[in-house]
């Protein structure tokens, strides 16, 4: 399966966003990666502009080109916002609502989860972790997976009423897909409308 395997620190610089979650290299120095990284002070195109913002949406969520062209033109064809739609069709990916749910620590950790056979759906063991998960599914840990450390710790200090489109069961380690997410309501700090005009070249 391809993904990025390369230096998350270095992507975080290059965008000054903690885009995989909390890092401290990029924190203590967050400027870009590179000789003259603290000193560059260089004008950006409006290409560079939108395709920056294209480039941190991918990172993001853990999304390939040719994938995320796709998700791209799938919300084309969508009544709605263009680039509304595209995110909330990012944010419906398995591997991102796991992650939502606090089943992993990141979305790289939850797409290996899916990866592995140790996510269901309803039940049923989904692997594929582009699958889109649909309004009222359940998504939940295999029993006999439920003790393991890297799921344990996960969920250890997590607020999980804090996604207003996801239903969590404590009990049963499980959550629901309520309704697709609003714009508003999902945290990622990405313009998508620099998106949609890139690629509407």
Not at 46 to 54: C, H, I
Not at 83 to 95: A, N
Request: with cysteine.
């Amino acid at each position: 399966m391809a993904r990025y395997t390369g230096p998350k620190s270095k992507i975080a610089r290059k965008f000054g966003e903690p885009i995989f979650g909390p890092d401290k290299a990029q924190a203590r120095r967050n400027f870009p990666p590179g000789q003259h990284g603290n000193s560059r002070k260089r004008k950006t195109s409006e290409y560079g502009v939108q395709l920056r913002e294209k480039q941190k949406a991918k990172y993001t969520y853990g999304v390939l080109e040719k994938q995320f062209r796709n998700l791209f033109e799938k919300a084309q064809t969508k009544k709605g916002i263009t680039g509304e739609i595209l995110l909330q069709l990012l944010e419906c990916r398995l591997d991102n609502v796991v992650y939502r749910l606090g089943i992993a620590p990141t979305r790289a950790a939850a797409r290996q989860l899916v990866s592995h056979k140790h996510i269901v759906v309803d039940g049923a063991v989904v692997n594929i972790p582009s699958y889109a998960v649909k309004q009222g599914q359940v998504i939940g840990v295999r029993e006999k997976n439920k003790s393991m450390i890297v799921i344990t710790d996960s969920f250890n200090g997590f607020n999980h009423s804090k996604y207003p489109w996801l239903e969590w069961d404590n009990n049963s380690m499980s959550g629901k897909f309520l309704h697709i997410p609003e714009r508003a309501d999902i945290p990622e700090n990405i313009k998508e409308q620099l998106i949609v005009e890139l690629y509407s070249k």
